[in-house]
């Protein structure tokens, strides 16, 4: 089994700033990717951004604005999130596709953690 814990969420107002940060623990062999995915009340879960090996990709909505980064070392995963907007606002979930054995492999998800942005 592999955990994944979120941290960094909290209330912001337009054009400021937060850092979420997302750790993975248990039976990890390998990480083969991390990304971040958001889910708005009354909308369907969406990715923000997404990181395998080191190249990182964005939904079109933050790209200029937010920026994701992972340390191998720590099994850790960052989304830095600049210029926020209200319609940023959500639960954030950190996902995860790990190698947890050579022949067993599975995707998990953290808690969530919630972003406001609100003046």
């Known amino acids: 089994q592999v955990q994944l814990v979120e941290s960094g969420g909290g209330m912001v107002q337009p054009g400021g700033s937060l850092r979420l940060s997302c750790a993975a623990s248990?039976?990890?062999?390998?990480?083969?990717?991390m990304g971040w995915y958001r889910q708005a009340p009354g909308k369907q879960r969406e990715l923000v951004a997404g990181?395998?090996?080191?190249?990182?990709n964005y939904a079109d909505s933050v790209k200029g604005r937010f920026t994701i980064s992972r340390d191998n070392a720590k099994n850790t995963v960052y989304l830095q999130m600049n210029s926020l907007k209200p319609e940023d606002t959500a639960v954030y979930y950190c996902?995860?596709?790990?190698?947890?054995?050579?022949?067993?492999?599975?995707?998990?998800w953290g808690q969530g953690t919630q972003v406001t942005v609100s003046s």
């Open positions: 996902n995860a596709d790990v190698q947890e054995t050579v022949f067993r492999r599975g995707a998990y």
């Open positions: 248990g039976n990890i062999f390998r990480i083969n990717a």
């Open positions: 990181i395998s090996g080191i190249i990182p």
